[in-house]
């Protein structure tokens, strides 16, 4: 995977792992800066902190960044199905 392309102040920026669509840091009253990476031939959407989180873990785990978005995106899917049922 090549270095992603971030996007600083894009309209309706959301992150699809943490759903992050506000900046945290107080003093910067814009939008989240994401980047948009390419899995299963479809774009998703993820933040700066998202995207250093999964780096880090790729390279302490050894493993690519697509094997990380893959268990990642799992993990979501099996949270987003459980908090149905609370
Ligand atoms: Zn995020």
């Known amino acids: 995977m090549h270095n992603p392309q971030f996007s600083y102040n894009k ?3 959301k992150c699809i792992f943490c759903s992050r669509i ?5 003093d ?3 939008p989240i800066v994401t980047t948009l990476l390419a899995y299963n031939n ?3 959407e ?5 995207y250093s989180e999964l ?7 050894n ?9 990642k ?4 899917r099996i949270f987003a199905k459980a908090y149905r049922y609370i």
């Open 22 to 26: 506000q900046n945290p840091h107080p």
């Open 73 to 76: 995106l799992n993990v979501s």
């Open 46 to 50: 993820v933040c700066i902190n998202c």
């Open 42 to 44: 479809k774009e998703i």
């Open 63 to 71: 493993k690519s960044m697509n094997s990380m978005l893959q268990d």
């Open 11 to 13: 309209p309706n920026a």
């Open 28 to 30: 910067f009253n814009e």
């Open 55 to 61: 780096e880090e873990l790729s390279s302490d785990q």
